[in-house]
């Protein structure tokens, strides 16, 4: 009876840790629009370039998802800033530390892989390296968020092993891109959504 208390004690007490440790300023709504953001991006690739095949045709690929992607990234750390606006206090500070150290090293492996494959015309294997590291930022900061985020991070690893190893995929067809970042970020968006925040609770 003590054994089985003592258990249930300490599950109690991993859960109200979790909860303290998931960061709230993640927006499901941001996440979404992104996701909706990339597939309408992948229209536009379908309807410009749909299989990049020249240097040409690589160039206009990067500046349509690096328009995405920084499109993106205005909703979802705009979406943080506000939040960080109507919140104070060390616990706030901290989160925004954790996170920042967590996430930071899979995106400056991002930018300086992206750049060097640019630099080499390696452009089939941005795809797949994008997709390897989004899994990693997420298996980093699987602590601030909802749990079922790791299966998304599952999902991209697995979409980046088939990037880089099948040879009958196109990884830079139209819709590699709306598939990987459009459903990954609608699916991360709709389980920060369904998952309690803390602002929420404190109502």
Do not use: K
Request: proline content about 4%; aromatic content about 10%.
């Amino acid at each position: 009876m003590q054994l089985r208390q003592a258990m249930a004690d300490l599950a109690e007490v991993r859960g109200r840790l979790a909860t303290v440790q998931r960061f709230d300023g993640y927006s499901g709504g941001a996440a979404i629009a992104s996701g909706f953001v990339a597939i309408l991006a992948g229209g536009v690739q379908y309807a410009t370039v749909p299989h990049p095949a020249s240097a040409s045709d690589d160039h206009t690929y990067l500046a349509l998802w690096f328009g995405c992607l920084a499109i993106a990234l205005v909703f979802n750390y705009g979406a943080i800033l506000a939040w960080r606006a109507r919140r104070r206090g060390r616990q706030a500070d901290a989160q925004m530390r954790t996170v920042g150290m967590s996430i930071l090293p899979a995106i400056a492996a991002g930018a300086i892989i992206t750049l060097a494959l640019v630099m080499r015309g390696l452009f089939d294997l941005l795809p797949g390296m994008w997709c390897a590291a989004y899994a990693l930022g997420l298996f980093s900061s699987r602590a601030m968020v909802p749990r079922d985020v790791v299966y998304v991070a599952v999902a991209f690893g697995a979409l980046a092993t088939a990037l880089f190893l099948l040879p009958g995929i196109d990884p830079l067809s139209w819709w590699v891109m709306p598939l990987a970042f459009g459903g990954g970020q609608i699916a991360i968006g709709a389980i920060v959504r369904a998952q309690p925040s803390a602002d929420r609770d404190a109502r």
